[in-house]
């Protein structure tokens, strides 16, 4: 628990260099090389970078278990049918927080097409979570959680935060985006259309 949590703080809320277990650029373009799409650099209106990558398209959902607001249990599988966006974040990380009005605006906006969810890395549960979402007036997203880091470590504890990762209706991953965005950017809205 505590070396994920060493590796989440150090992975984390980029720096600009590439941290020992994120993708590296060359092995994920020419894998995404591969599949006919490459990695494309992204940046909001507001100066946020990230990496838009299809390195891992065509992987299928994690089965982990995460928790809804409720407490009760819920995994990837349980939004099967339609596409899901899920967004992997903490409160201690700046360009999550930075991203999330945005995300939210984007919540409302698919609402019915595509499930947008958002799974906190945070390790003391929902209170940070609950606490940021009411001062952040967040009203689309419920407030998942992933104290344990079950799904974090499904993807063997190398995300750096945020990304973000869509999924299709059969839940086989479409493009992840390593990094903070605006959301409710045209382009992005584009993008989440590759897997309606």
């Known amino acids: 628990m505590l070396i994920a949590l060493v590796l989440l703080v150090l992975a984390g809320c980029d720096t600009g260099t590439t941290p020992k277990g ?15 799409k490459a990695e494309i650099g992204l940046e909001s209106a507001n100066g946020m970078r990230a990496t838009l990558s299809y390195a891992a398209a065509g992987q299928k959902a994690p089965t982990a278990v995460f928790t809804d607001a409720k407490g009760g249990d819920v ?96 839940g086989r991953e479409v493009w992840r985006v390593i990094g903070g965005v605006e959301w409710d950017d045209a382009e992005m809205a584009k993008l989440l259309r590759e897997a309606v």
């Open 22 to 36: 994120q993708v590296q650029a060359d092995s994920a373009t020419d894998n995404a090389k591969k599949a006919g």
């Open 75 to 170: 995994t990837l599988a349980d939004f099967a049918g339609r596409p899901v966006l899920v967004n992997f974040w903490a409160t201690w990380c700046a360009p999550c927080k930075a991203e999330m009005p945005t995300l939210d605006a984007l919540a409302a906006l698919e609402k019915g097409r595509v499930a947008v969810i958002a799974v906190s890395q945070d390790l003391e549960g929902r209170a940070p979570v609950d606490a940021f979402f009411a001062k952040a007036a967040i009203k689309n997203l419920e407030a998942y959680t992933d104290s344990d880091n079950a799904l974090l470590a499904a993807f063997n504890n190398q995300l750096a935060l945020p990304t973000t990762i869509l999924y299709d209706s059969k």
